[in-house]
């Protein structure tokens, strides 16, 4: 890279990194558990995608019956501490949260979810949960993310026995790769993969289907499978200069930041992130604390375009991240590195009745911004090869086409759920799609 | 001008609000430093006999998350011997002439040990004397306190050893803990006692350590009952205030006692016929402090009441308290929901369906949940509204117009000269009558 931002001391990384919502004190917990009103058919828990029994679990808090809190949160949802953690709470639970009309601030569900979940794993894990007896049945899971667990955990204790196939040395897919490590950690992640693995299912790392194993072959070991792959490769710019170096995507610059050696994560001074998704967010942030000085997002529609949800935004701007709006990338600039990116102008036509509005580059509108780094996060295509090898599967948009009623593909013992059926969501509703697919699975192979 | 002052039993204070006999007034300094803060008047934490305490000596009611909701305690009288009180007290009274000075005693039940600490309180320039017939723990074991409150007999024999000597305000304070408070009240007023405080302490016990089965709060391993105080006793002691109030044999001035933490709790008892108010448990929470917002949120009241002196309060609820059989059948009131303020958590249709009478619906409308009444099925019990976390969204809304009263009493003569007895059916031809339907 031309000019890289000058490393930090320890403190300083630790410290930029530190977790923005910190763990309750149990006299905290313990207060805003009885602040909450213990709604009836409350709108928290059907705002929930696992529609966890929210009321129950924080009178439980409460009460301080810690375990039966974490057992009913687990009930509803295997990745029950990353979702505490790095669940968009302000438009899910806690922004439904009766209270928000009362014009009272929401209870923390967030943050009393983490503290039933994190006592429960400070407390060695009890067992908390019984299996059924052994089916004599096994379902091969392909991947190891939130999907892919939940979905292990629920058919482990239905008594199947239960394979993850986990291409990575680490476990947890996404939870324990994609998301910014000041809301979780890696080690969070692998609890929960340690706790699904304690109902007996098997998780074999470094285990490529396709590579170290055919999908043909798993699927001949199985009774039935599931596919739990997420998304693939980062979807390119297609302009000239994406091959200098400091070019990089989004998805492994979060990998690498993920595995917590920030020193040696290089960043640019001055940071380019194309796209205005949760993912660029996540980006642009990561890129003010690991040292950058200057990191800005450019985004070819309006602030009202951006997917990016408003308390990633507001974090953002907290952060000095600068947003050009209506601005589309044309080339990188650069020898063998990035020295800056050619811009344009954009403005918004209409493309008709209920149609998104259409950018239109701005003539000679055209401009330079010095960087030293570009990070490409404009979305994420699906695996296409590997999906197109399984006979019968049918995709559509990117998206693997389950039916909704028990995730089976179009390949009767193959099913599928988490960001690989709806192109890139929460992790609360890929966990929540692992356990309807088990439970998909169950009935398919019972009825067999 | 609004003017607080008040006068009960002919103890006389810039404002009704003192410190109960209590660790609060325990000393020159703590007494001094209330009255630099407002306080009115104290009654100096009971002196007497000598004693020693133990430690710990509190245990607390936490109520969802609240620390000290009520707060039980097994602390003595005063620690400190009688010249040392008496010395301070003294000396207290001649910095703060113009507040009330009331001194909390106990001693053995001797006529003369009465008599003599009697005279050394007058000596001390007191205001007034409170006998402590109150204390349910220690000294009870020993013959005093409640052992002499719970029997009218002793009662009014120790006040009359007392106000046949003193020159100054008699008060006797009771304890709760018995079965009528009317009786020991009356037992003080044929002795010649100037006035009532009520209550004392409740007989409790306050709570046990689930990890360590340790009965609180805990001496070593030992335990006993203590005396239960502070918010959670308000009920109680507004109650107590009023039956001693309306009781027409008794008819002495009263210093309502029993969990009072601000302005608004001090006039619920003056509204019952208080004089003057004590505090404590308030105090050992936050400090003398609290009673600046006492003084001052009562005067905007009054100020916005068009009050000028609180003998213009006193008493003013007490002529609404009537038995049951006086209340008219044919007051009829329905809950009403207003939509515009629900937040729908939902909680009046649960309270309703499992805890009361099942007439809130819970109905979907464009996918959101509404709770509606079903009026004809109403009782009007008020428990939807009592458990609307929103202020003004549920009411209950009287829809007879007053006009037609008949209550228990005068149903039961109209029965009589009927002839009618009281029967299932004749009480269901009444109510077929009336339109009073019953599920």
Same mark, same amino acid.
């Given at each position: 890279?031309?000019?890289?931002?000058?490393?930090?001391?320890?403190?300083?990384?630790?410290?930029?990194?530190?977790?923005?919502?910190?763990?309750?004190?149990?006299?905290?917990?313990?207060?805003?558990?009885?602040?909450?009103?213990?709604?009836?058919?409350?709108?928290?828990?059907?705002?929930?995608?696992?529609?966890?029994?929210?009321?129950?679990?924080?009178?439980?808090?409460?009460?301080?019956?810690?375990?039966?809190?974490?057992?009913?949160?687990?009930?509803?949802?295997?990745?029950?501490?990353?979702?505490?953690?790095?669940?968009?709470?302000?438009?899910?639970?806690?922004?439904?949260?009766?209270?928000?009309?009362?014009?009272?601030?929401?209870?923390?569900?967030?943050?009393?979810?983490?503290?039933?979940?994190?006592?429960?794993?400070?407390?060695?894990?009890?067992?908390?949960?019984?299996?059924?007896?052994?089916?004599?049945?096994?379902?091969?899971?392909?991947?190891?993310?939130?999907?892919?667990?939940?979905?292990?955990?629920?058919?482990?204790?239905?008594?199947?026995?239960?394979?993850?196939?986990?291409?990575?040395?680490?476990?947890?897919?996404?939870?324990?790769?994609?998301?910014?490590?000041?809301?979780?950690?890696?080690?969070?992640?692998?609890?929960?993969?340690?706790?699904?693995?304690?109902?007996?299912?098997?998780?074999?790392?470094?285990?490529?289907?396709?590579?170290?194993?055919?999908?043909?072959?798993?699927?001949?070991?199985?009774?039935?499978?599931?596919?739990?792959?997420?998304?693939?490769?980062?979807?390119?710019?297609?302009?000239?200069?994406?091959?200098?170096?400091?070019?990089?995507?989004?998805?492994?610059?979060?990998?690498?930041?993920?595995?917590?050696?920030?020193?040696?994560?290089?960043?640019?001074?001055?940071?380019?992130?194309?796209?205005?998704?949760?993912?660029?967010?996540?980006?642009?942030?990561?890129?003010?604390?690991?040292?950058?000085?200057?990191?800005?997002?450019?985004?070819?529609?309006?602030?009202?375009?951006?997917?990016?949800?408003?308390?990633?935004?507001?974090?953002?701007?907290?952060?000095?991240?600068?947003?050009?709006?209506?601005?589309?990338?044309?080339?990188?600039?650069?020898?063998?590195?990035?020295?800056?990116?050619?811009?344009?102008?954009?403005?918004?036509?209409?493309?008709?009745?209920?149609?998104?509005?259409?950018?239109?580059?701005?003539?000679?509108?055209?401009?330079?911004?010095?960087?030293?780094?570009?990070?490409?996060?404009?979305?994420?295509?699906?695996?296409?090869?590997?999906?197109?090898?399984?006979?019968?599967?049918?995709?559509?948009?990117?998206?693997?086409?389950?039916?909704?009623?028990?995730?089976?593909?179009?390949?009767?013992?193959?099913?599928?759920?988490?960001?690989?059926?709806?192109?890139?969501?929460?992790?609360?509703?890929?966990?929540?799609?692992?356990?309807?697919?088990?439970?998909?699975?169950?009935?398919?192979?019972?009825?067999? | 001008?609004?003017?607080?002052?008040?006068?009960?039993?002919?103890?006389?204070?810039?404002?009704?609000?003192?410190?109960?006999?209590?660790?609060?007034?325990?000393?020159?300094?703590?007494?001094?430093?209330?009255?630099?803060?407002?306080?009115?008047?104290?009654?100096?934490?009971?002196?007497?006999?000598?004693?020693?305490?133990?430690?710990?000596?509190?245990?607390?009611?936490?109520?969802?998350?609240?620390?000290?909701?009520?707060?039980?305690?097994?602390?003595?009288?005063?620690?400190?011997?009688?010249?040392?009180?008496?010395?301070?007290?003294?000396?207290?009274?001649?910095?703060?002439?113009?507040?009330?000075?009331?001194?909390?005693?106990?001693?053995?039940?001797?006529?003369?040990?009465?008599?003599?600490?009697?005279?050394?309180?007058?000596?001390?320039?007191?205001?007034?004397?409170?006998?402590?017939?109150?204390?349910?723990?220690?000294?009870?074991?020993?013959?005093?306190?409640?052992?002499?409150?719970?029997?009218?007999?002793?009662?009014?024999?120790?006040?009359?050893?007392?106000?046949?000597?003193?020159?100054?305000?008699?008060?006797?304070?009771?304890?709760?803990?018995?079965?009528?408070?009317?009786?020991?009240?009356?037992?003080?007023?044929?002795?010649?006692?100037?006035?009532?405080?009520?209550?004392?302490? %409740?007989?409790? *016990?306050? #709570? @046990?350590?689930?990890?360590?089965?340790?009965?609180?709060?805990?001496?070593? !391993?030992? &335990? /006993?009952?203590?005396?239960?105080?502070?918010?959670?006793?308000?009920?109680?002691?507004?109650?107590?205030?009023?039956?001693?109030?309306?009781?027409?044999?008794?008819?002495?001035? %009263?210093?309502? *006692?029993? #969990? @009072?933490?601000?302005?608004?709790?001090?006039?619920?008892?003056?509204?019952? !016929?208080? &004089? /003057?108010?004590?505090?404590?448990?308030?105090?050992?929470?936050?400090?003398?402090?609290?009673?600046?917002?006492?003084?001052?949120?009562?005067?905007?009241?009054?100020?916005?009441?068009?009050?000028?002196?609180?003998?213009?309060?006193?008493?003013?609820?007490?002529?609404?308290?009537?038995?049951? !059989?006086?209340?008219?059948?044919?007051?009829?009131?329905?809950?009403?929901?207003?939509?515009?303020?629900?937040?729908?958590?939902?909680?009046?249709?649960?309270?309703?369906?499992?805890?009361?009478?099942?007439?809130?619906?819970?109905?979907?409308?464009?996918?959101?949940?509404?709770?509606?009444?079903?009026?004809?099925?109403?009782?009007?019990?008020?428990?939807?509204?009592?458990?609307?976390?929103?202020?003004?969204?549920?009411?209950?809304?009287?829809?007879?117009?007053?006009?037609?009263?008949?209550?228990?009493?005068?149903?039961?003569?109209?029965?009589?000269?009927?002839?009618?007895?009281?029967?299932?059916?004749?009480?269901?031809?009444?109510?077929?009558?009336?339109?009073?339907?019953?599920?």
């Amino acid at each position: 890279m031309k000019n890289l931002a000058p490393k930090l001391s320890h403190d300083q990384y630790e410290k930029n990194f530190e977790e923005i919502h910190p763990p309750l004190s149990n006299n905290s917990a313990v207060a805003e558990a009885n602040r909450c009103l213990y709604c009836y058919d409350s709108p928290c828990t059907k705002a929930c995608p696992t529609h966890i029994d929210i009321p129950a679990f924080i009178k439980k808090i409460g009460t301080g019956n810690l375990l039966g809190s974490a057992k009913t949160i687990f009930e509803s949802n295997w990745a029950a501490l990353t979702c505490a953690k790095a669940c968009p709470v302000q438009v899910l639970c806690e922004g439904a949260c009766v209270f928000n009309d009362k014009e009272e601030p929401p209870i923390q569900i967030g943050r009393l979810q983490r503290f039933a979940i994190d006592n429960y794993f400070e407390k060695g894990m009890p067992s908390l949960f019984k299996a059924e007896i052994k089916k004599e049945k096994s379902v091969g899971i392909v991947g190891s993310g939130p999907a892919g667990l939940a979905c292990g955990a629920e058919l482990a204790l239905l008594g199947y026995d239960v394979i993850i196939y986990e291409a990575n040395q680490i476990p947890g897919g996404l939870n324990s790769w994609g998301i910014a490590p000041y809301k979780t950690r890696q080690s969070d992640s692998l609890k929960e993969v340690d706790l699904v693995k304690s109902f007996g299912v098997k998780v074999q790392t470094n285990m490529s289907v396709g590579r170290d194993i055919t999908f043909h072959d798993l699927k001949n070991k199985h009774d039935a499978v599931f596919l739990g792959i997420g998304l693939g490769e980062s979807t390119d710019l297609k302009i000239s200069g994406e091959d200098l170096t400091g070019v990089v995507n989004a998805i492994d610059f979060i990998e690498e930041v993920k595995k917590e050696k920030w020193s040696s994560v290089n960043i640019g001074k001055r940071v380019a992130v194309i796209g205005a998704g949760n993912t660029s967010i996540d980006a642009a942030t990561e890129s003010i604390r690991l040292g950058a000085e200057e990191v800005m997002i450019l985004y070819r529609r309006s602030e009202e375009e951006m997917s990016a949800y408003d308390f990633e935004f507001e974090l953002a701007k907290k952060d000095g991240v600068i947003f050009h709006f209506l601005t589309s990338p044309k080339r990188i600039i650069g020898k063998t590195s990035v020295e800056g990116i050619e811009c344009i102008k954009m403005t918004l036509s209409d493309a008709g009745k209920g149609r998104r509005k259409k950018p239109v580059e701005i003539p000679n509108s055209n401009y330079i911004i010095p960087v030293d780094m570009v990070i490409k996060a404009i979305g994420q295509g699906a695996k296409t090869e590997f999906l197109n090898s399984i006979t019968g599967l049918k995709i559509e948009d990117g998206k693997v086409i389950i039916n909704p009623e028990n995730y089976q593909t179009g390949n009767e013992t193959v099913f599928a759920g988490g960001d690989c059926i709806n192109g890139g969501k929460e992790v609360v509703n890929a966990a929540y799609d692992g356990k309807m697919a088990a439970h998909g699975i169950h009935k398919y192979l019972s009825g067999k | 001008m609004v003017d607080l002052s008040v006068n009960c039993g002919g103890i006389k204070s810039p404002n009704p609000f003192w410190l109960a006999s209590a660790p609060p007034s325990n000393s020159a300094y703590q007494n001094c430093k209330a009255f630099e803060q407002g306080w009115g008047g104290t009654v100096w934490k009971t002196v007497g006999e000598p004693v020693m305490n133990v430690c710990n000596r509190y245990g607390s009611i936490d109520f969802n998350g609240q620390k000290i909701a009520g707060l039980n305690n097994i602390e003595l009288i005063s620690d400190r011997p009688i010249e040392v009180n008496m010395k301070e007290i003294a000396e207290t009274k001649r910095l703060w002439p113009d507040r009330a000075i009331v001194v909390s005693l106990m001693v053995e039940s001797k006529k003369e040990t009465w008599h003599d600490i009697v005279k050394r309180t007058i000596d001390t320039g007191a205001d007034g004397i409170e006998l402590n017939y109150g204390c349910p723990h220690g000294m009870s074991e020993r013959g005093m306190g409640s052992a002499v409150g719970q029997v009218p007999e002793y009662c009014k024999m120790i006040t009359e050893w007392v106000t046949e000597v003193s020159t100054i305000p008699v008060l006797v304070k009771l304890t709760p803990n018995v079965n009528d408070i009317v009786l020991p009240a009356r037992a003080a007023k044929k002795a010649n006692a100037s006035g009532i405080s009520l209550i004392n302490t %409740i007989n409790s *016990i306050v #709570g @046990i350590d689930l990890d360590t089965f340790k009965i609180m709060p805990s001496v070593a !391993g030992k &335990s /006993s009952h203590g005396g239960f105080a502070g918010p959670a006793i308000k009920p109680i002691a507004l109650h107590m205030v009023s039956q001693v109030a309306t009781d027409k044999e008794v008819n002495l001035p %009263i210093s309502g *006692i029993g #969990g @009072i933490s601000s302005w608004r709790d001090a006039l619920e008892f003056i509204l019952l !016929g208080a &004089s /003057s108010v004590q505090v404590c448990t308030a105090v050992m929470h936050h400090g003398f402090r609290i009673v600046k917002d006492m003084i001052e949120g009562l005067t905007f009241w009054m100020e916005e009441k068009g009050f000028n002196s609180l003998d213009e309060v006193r008493g003013r609820s007490l002529p609404q308290l009537e038995v049951f !059989g006086n209340f008219n059948l044919l007051h009829k009131t329905v809950a009403r929901i207003d939509q515009d303020k629900c937040i729908h958590c939902n909680l009046c249709h649960i309270a309703c369906e499992d805890g009361a009478h099942q007439c809130i619906d819970l109905i979907t409308e464009n996918g959101n949940t509404k709770t509606v009444v079903r009026e004809s099925d109403c009782v009007g019990c008020d428990l939807c509204s009592i458990v609307c976390p929103v202020e003004g969204c549920i009411s209950m809304v009287r829809l007879d117009e007053g006009k037609e009263e008949k209550t228990w009493n005068e149903l039961m003569e109209e029965f009589k000269k009927e002839g009618k007895e009281l029967s299932w059916e004749n009480l269901g031809e009444f109510q077929k009558k009336h339109g009073i339907v019953i599920h």
